[in-house]
């Protein structure tokens, strides 16, 4: 192939090439345009580098040259033809003169060939589609990753495209998902449980003290004196169940509450009917009226949220007792399996004052399970618009769910839970924590602090590449970091209909034919009350879904009588 260009200058990991005048194929042929690989031969390797810049200002004085490019070096082609090696980084630098030729489809292929049995096929370069796009599974998990994308771009399927790929690479990971909008229940078919307020289990006491404040305020500041309350009877709470149980075991040894050394968040049973006796106690003591409202209202409090039916997933058997971690851990996060590595919390239907702190025990549990287990089971824990959770501003959000989540972020990777970061805002997210996650799959991004907080993040020398994120075409991708041999721009392969996320079918703005009349308004509202009321509504179909013993697992939210379910879910939480 007739060489199109020369090196004119080096400067550290940027070259600039003159474009020969001589060149027969002319500059259409070429296509010597941005975003471009081109190979630079060198005495010893054939150099890889990406077009950034064209231009035919500032040319040299002669009339070799036509126009000339920027380029980035980005690593080199190393051996002969039958044994050729690609590796990043640049060790032989190019001279002056070294001819420059648009990169051959083999040279590509050696690039990006998979280097080891545990690559995913995730899609096509834009450049060449006949050339595979892989990513490193170990390299991706075990250094945390993050999918970046305005709405509408394709990255609800590029996720479940990511996510199914690495099922199948990686059989026995578990996956933990919170999946905000209910959109992934049909993603992966029956690898995966999915969960919603119907059919789980969370028991009130395995809420730290933060927490359960959050849950018992509605997410606003505490009361401090009742606060001092709460905090002085959940240990002695705690005390207490243990006592019965252990009153059963010893005959009628008792043992003093107060001797055993429960603290506010140590995660054993206990029951609220004993934490409101002890209010009750406490407040019979009192003389002082105006002492004794207090305790009044927060027993009031406890007992309001106790008896709210949007709660049940709390505050079932709350009186009864029954340690049941150990069922609840297994039940989550899929130990065992039981051909269902992966879990799909769907979030949009749980009330919006405790989603943050439900999201905040998952977190720290899943945290803690793996830091206490010593990382024998990895799991991915998947974070769907994180900027919710992890906001940027500390006024923003739950304290403790963006501490949970920076945990993971910082030192889950030693006990085997490795985190991945959805976000359509990458801006808003947690600086520190986005820093930790070494593969950035970038997708359109038209804001201009999305983009700025992507330069700082990627340290590659190919950061020119970010200056195509703007005019991304959907699914179109551009791949930083660890998990990929270079950053690549390319294309994620079409998803299967049944892996595809309710998002990319969305409701369409033209109504139906048949047209709404009051039974479908009398059907809605009856969904409605059915959220916050004890009875069942007779055309409520997820009735059936209510699991009749702790261990059948019910389906996921369905639409029925032509309602969609995400846009009549209920109690979504409003972007703050």
Known sequence: MTSFGRVISVRGSLARVGLLAANQMGLSAVRATVGRFVSIRCANSTLVAMITEVSCENLPASDEYIASASVDLLGEIFGGPERTKFQRG?????????????????????VYAPTGSDQIHIGTLQQDPSVLAYVDVEEMLSKHFAVLGSTGVGKSTGVSLLLNEILQARPNLRVFLLDVHNEYGRCFGDRALVLNPRNLKLPFWLFNFEE????????????????????????????????????????????DPKTIAYTVDTPVPFRLVDLISL?????GKLENRSSRIIYHKLISRIETVRNDPRYAFMFDN??????????????????????????????????????????????????????????????????EEAHRYA?????????????????IAKEGRKYGVYLGLITQRPAELDATIISQCNTLFAMRLANDRDQALLRSAVSDAAANLLSFVPSLGTREV????????????????????????????????????????????????????????HRDVPNDPSINERPA????????????????????????????
């Open 90 to 110: 640049v060790t032989n630098y190019p001279t002056i003169g070294d001819t420059v030729d648009l990169i051959t489809n083999q040279e590509l292929r050696t």
């Open 212 to 255: 359960i404040v959050d849950v018992l305020f509605a997410g606003r500041p505490g009361v401090p004196e009742e606060l001092d309350i709460l905090a002085e009877v959940i240990p002695m709470a705690k005390g207490i169940y243990t006592q019965y149980q252990n009153a059963d075991r010893l005959g009628l040894k008792r043992i």
């Open 279 to 283: 209010i009750d106690e406490r407040m």
């Open 318 to 383: 709350a009186n009864v007792g029954g340690d049941t971690m150990a069922e609840v851990i297994s039940y989550l996060f899929r130990l065992p399996a039981n051909g269902k590595p992966m879990t799909i919390m769907q979030l949009a239907g749980f009330p919006a004052e405790v989603v943050d702190s439900v999201v905040s025990v998952l977190c720290r549990m899943a945290f803690d399970f793996g830091l206490w287990s010593d990382g024998a089971s990895p799991l991915l824990f998947v974070c």
């Open 391 to 407: 906001s940027a501003d500390r006024n923003i959000g739950f304290g403790p769910t963006r501490k949970a989540i920076s945990r």
């Open 478 to 533: 551009l791949a930083f970091g660890e998990g990929v041999a270079l950053p690549t721009r390319l294309r994620f392969k079409e998803v299967p209909i049944h892996q595809l996320p309710r998002s990319d079918s969305a409701t369409s703005t033209i109504p139906s034919a048949a047209g709404h009349d009051t039974h479908f308004v009398s059907a809605v509202l009856e969904r409605w009350r059915g959220a916050t009321s």
């Open 549 to 576: 013993a702790r261990t059948i697992e019910a389906p996921m939210l369905q639409p029925s009588l032509g309602l969609d379910p995400d846009r009549f879910s209920l109690l979504k939480k409003p972007l703050r």
